[in-house]
């Protein structure tokens, strides 16, 4: 049913009241001069009341890629009633799930933490509107352990709009990554408003998946705390190269001519950019064109190497003043995070791609052919081997590559004192339902099985799984911890599952790969050779063309 809350700064906001929660959906936490333009944080709601008991429309994406989604969870759930249209000037809003106190209604004085959550989707694609990311059912479960939070999820500029940049844009006053922009500027409203919601301004926490990862950890490259807590899962800071001037200007160049404006001049092409049909802006760029985030100076400063981020020496190239203000960072991987990588591109190498591989590996690696040598027998992938296996295989490396190894090397670098935690976790809780990766903890599941929206497809067992998780996150969102932080030279880790041997969650002091059911395979490679450099042999063939 929808409820009326009088909020001391924003009025009157209506929304929806359900089994203990009242959820407030769609309100405006920035507006846009153009689909261009810097955030300007929404200060003014007007008289009257606000409507928020349905979802505002996203950034523009890609039509019906929630489908995508679920496709990588293998499991559907049904959509909100009123799928909102996307907009290229609409969409920077947010959603925001609050427990109700003991009488019934929401105690503006009870000053909760607040865990703020950013989704993934490469930058491309996702909204806040996903069923999968709702807040609500983690919300109640925090509320039955007796340690209360607020939910918030939030919009943010994805792929033109979002990511596109060059000289010529900025040049007439449009900066580059505008998506992270959108975050900051997101932030900012809820340490603004929050308070009057019962939240806590001071005890906000980041936490985002995959893309929504990498973002959360970007917030460190700030010298403004702008929250006090961040989780990472499936989206270390090594994940995505930030692309230098280069490839901006060549996306760039690419994008004008699908778009038919080579000829134009640059002010004709900017208000051509600003005016064309809003479909046009996924519709008609051309595949496989990076709209990802770049070096831009100021929000990223340059390209994280695994020598920088597993130092605890300030590295000059990409500084981390995060290190100094947050108070605890959680990075979480699963068994086969990479499992992603074979829908955006991986599939579309087969038929022979263990050959492609070999061939890819030993051009990046041909100044250390004993590197190429070491990395294709290590997983055992060779010439003979067939698609299916070798597939799996080459996404078992970059799992370990991108996702593993980069957790532990942040983890290395990390200050680790009593004001500067660092957490440690892996997610080995297979796919329960029918599909390609049926069995392995693929890309996304870890969230499914957060905020527990997917309960009713799970066994017993794997309801377990997904409460403990549940409830360690909700004790880290609440200041605690939830397992012993990182210490010294043992990687100490929680894990979760595989529920189908018996575990639901332990914690495994020492961190040993096989301990926490990881390979050590990949740490040796980058010890012997360095990670850098095997991650490039990964990422030269995975990201080709």
């Not at 990588?72 to 427990?99: M, R």
Request: aromatic share 10%; with cysteine.
């Amino acid at each position: 049913m929808t409820t009326t809350y009088k909020h001391k700064d924003l009025g009157e906001v209506k929304g929806n009241s359900n089994d203990g929660v009242v959820q407030f959906l769609g309100l405006k936490y920035a507006s846009l001069e153009n689909r261009f333009a810097a955030p300007s944080l929404v200060t003014d709601y007007g008289s009257g009341h606000t409507d928020a008991t349905k979802f505002g429309p996203p950034p523009v994406s890609p039509i019906g890629a929630i489908n995508h989604e679920f496709g990588f969870i293998q499991q559907e759930l049904p959509l909100p009633p009123n799928v909102p249209n996307h907009s290229d000037i609409e969409g920077l809003n947010l959603n925001i799930t609050v427990p109700k106190g003991k009488n019934g209604e929401i105690d503006i004085n009870a000053k909760l933490p607040v865990h703020v959550f950013v989704h993934g989707g490469g930058f491309a694609v996702g909204s806040s509107w996903y069923p999968h990311y709702n807040q609500a059912p983690l919300v109640r479960m925090s509320i039955e352990k007796g340690t209360p939070i607020i939910g918030v999820t939030i919009n943010y500029r994805l792929g033109v709009t979002g990511f596109m940049t060059s000289k010529e844009l900025r040049g007439a006053g449009y900066k580059a990554n505008n998506g992270f922009h959108d975050q900051r500027t997101a932030l900012q409203w809820i340490r603004r408003y929050i308070g009057g919601f019962g939240g806590d301004p001071e005890e906000i926490t980041a936490s985002g998946e995959s893309a929504g990862g990498f973002s959360v950890l970007i917030l460190l490259t700030s010298k403004e705390p702008l929250v006090k807590r961040v989780l990472s899962t499936g989206g270390a800071v090594l994940l995505f190269k930030p692309i230098p001037e280069a490839v901006t200007e060549m996306a760039y160049s690419k994008i004008i001519e699908a778009f038919g404006l080579k000829n134009k001049s640059p002010e004709e092409r900017i208000q051509a950019l600003l005016s064309l049909p809003v479909d046009d802006l996924w519709q008609k760029v051309p595949p496989g064109t990076p709209l990802t985030p770049s070096i831009d100076n100021e929000i990223v400063p340059g390209v994280a190497t695994f020598p920088g981020v597993s130092s605890q020496s300030e590295d000059p190239q990409f500084p981390l003043p995060g290190r100094n203000w947050c108070s605890a960072v959680m990075i979480g991987d699963s068994k086969l995070d990479g499992s992603i990588l074979a829908y955006i591109g991986l599939d579309a190498k087969l038929p022979n791609i263990a050959s492609q591989f070999i061939e890819s590996v030993n051009k990046t690696l041909s100044g250390h052919p004993d590197a190429a040598s070491a990395l294709l027998s290590a997983y055992n992938i060779t010439s003979s081997s067939e698609d299916n296996e070798a597939l799996l295989s080459i996404l078992r490396f970059g799992t370990e590559i991108s996702f593993y190894a980069p957790s532990l090397a942040f983890a290395k670098g990390w200050p680790r004192t009593k004001g500067n935690k660092f957490f440690l976790y892996h997610f080995n809780e297979g796919i329960p339902w029918e599909g390609k990766f049926k069995g392995e903890a693929g890309h996304i599941l870890d969230v499914a099985f957060l905020f527990q929206n997917f309960n009713e497809h799970l066994s017993e067992k794997q309801k377990e799984v997904a409460r403990a998780y549940g409830e360690d996150i909700i004790e880290f969102i609440n200041g605690k911890d939830p397992w012993p932080p990182v210490e010294g030279e043992q990687f100490g880790a929680r894990v979760y599952g595989p529920s189908s041997e018996g575990i639901t969650a332990r914690y495994v002091a020492s961190g040993k790969p096989a301990e926490v059911g990881r390979h050590d395979r990949v740490l040796k490679l980058g010890e012997q050779f360095g990670f850098d450099l095997v991650m490039d042999a990964f990422q030269n063939f995975a990201f080709s063309q």
